[in-house]
C-alpha cells in the first residue's frame, strides 16, 4: 500500500503540487510531489516509516542532532536524554519524529496538529504545533514551539530534509564546525576547503560522500530546481548523503549548532508560555 493511502494519512493538493503529512509518525512531511515529479525521499509504506523515520520526509528534531553522552546541564540542574546512539554515546534525533499528533483543521490544502509533551520524551514540557499547506506556488511547513511549563525551557530545534537526489545543489554556508571522533563538535570553526565551497556554488551528490556541521551564511538552498527556504532562527547547516550511491540528500536545517545544550551555541531560552516559530518552504 502507498503511504498516501495508509490509514491517517492527510494529502494536500493545489494545482500541480501534493504533498502528504503523516500526523501519527512526528507529523512527517513524507512526500512533496510537483508536476509528477518527487522532490524527497517518500517511504513506501507506514511501516517503513515507523522503523526509521528520520530518514524519510521532513523529520522534526528537538533536540536537534546529536547531544553529547545523552545528558546536558541547564540553570544548575542535570538532565539525561534516552542514549539513541549507542555506539558513540549520544542522543541522535531526540523523539519528536517518532511522536503522535492530533490534528485540530484540516480542509484539501491545508493540515494543522498539535503534540503535547509533559516530560515523557524531553524534560521539559512544551507544546508543538505543525501546520503544513499546498498552494499554486509550493508547499510551506510552520512548527511553533511553545513552553507550556512554569521554568525556563532550553531549545535546540531542526528538520532532518531528505531530499531524492539531485542532479546539482547548493546551500549557503560560511565555515565548517570542526568535531571529535563521536561526531560532537569542538567549538572551533574552519574555513571550508575547496570541495565545500563548491556546495555553496554547485555541486553534486552522486557517487560521492557529503557530509558536515556547518554555520550558516543565508537562508535559502537549492536542490535541482527546488528552492528550498528557511526562517531567519536556523542559523546552521547540516549535510549528510550517506556515502553518496543511496539516492537522497539530507539538507537540514538548524537553529543552534550540532550539541547545543551543552554548548550553548545557538541556544534558545523559552520563558514559560513563549514560543518559537520556524518556517520553511518548498517551490520550484
Known amino acids: 500500500m502507498a503511504i498516501e493511502n495508509e490509514a491517517g494519512a492527510v494529502l494536500l493538493k493545489c494545482g500541480s503540487w501534493t504533498a502528504v503529512v503523516i500526523p501519527q509518525v512526528g507529523m512527517n512531511l513524507s512526500s512533496i510531489e510537483h508536476e509528477g515529479r518527487e522532490l524527497l525521499r517518500k517511504p513506501s509504506s507506514l511501516e517503513e516509516l515507523k522503523e526509521n523515520s528520520v530518514i524519510f520526509g521532513n523529520p522534526l528534531q528537538l533536540p536537534a542532532n546529536r547531544t553529547e553522552q545523552a545528558r546536558f546541564t541547564f540553570d544548575g540542574r542535570s538532565y539525561e536524554l534516552p542514549m539513541t546512539e549507542p555506539a558513540r554515546f549520544n542522543n541522535l534525533h ?6 503522535s499528533f492530533k490534528i485540530t483543521e484540516q480542509d484539501e490544502k491545508h493540515v494543522t496538529a498539535s503534540y503535547e509533551n509533559c516530560g515523557e520524551i524531553y524534560p521539559f514540557p512544551f507544546q508543538a504545533e505543525v501546520k503544513i499547506s499546498v498552494s499554486g506556488d509550493g508547499v510551506t511547513e510552520h512548527v511553533t514551539i511553545k513552553n507550556t511549563g512554569n521554568s525556563d525551557m532550553p531549545l535546540a530545534f531542526g ?84 556515502e553518496g550511491r543511496d539516492g537522497f540528500l539530507a539538507i537540514e536545517p538548524q537553529q543552534g549548532a550540532v550539541n547545543a545544550l551543552n554548548n550553548g551555541f545557538g541556544l534558545i531560552r523559552l520563558k514559560p508560555g513563549e514560543s518559537e516559530q520556524f518556517t520553511v518552504s518548498f517551490k520550484e
Open 94 to 99: 531526540g523523539e519528536l519524529h517518532r511522536s
Open 159 to 242: 528538520m532532518h530534509t531528505m531530499f531524492n537526489e539531485p542532479e546539482c545543489f547548493s546551500v549557503p554556508l560560511e565555515k565548517l564546525w570542526e568535531v571529535n571522533e563521536y561526531y560532537i563538535p569542538t567549538g572551533r570553526l574552519r574555513a571550508l576547503t575547496e570541495k565545500e565551497r563548491r556546495y555553496t556554488t554547485g555541486a553534486t551528490a552522486h557517487n560521492e560522500k557529503v557530509t558536515g556541521f556547518f554555520k550558516g551564511a543565508g537562508h535559502t538552498a537549492h536542490i535541482g530546481n527546488v528552492e528550498y527556504t528557511v526562517s531567519d532562527n536556523f542559523d546552521c547547516w547540516v549535510l549528510w548523503n550517506r
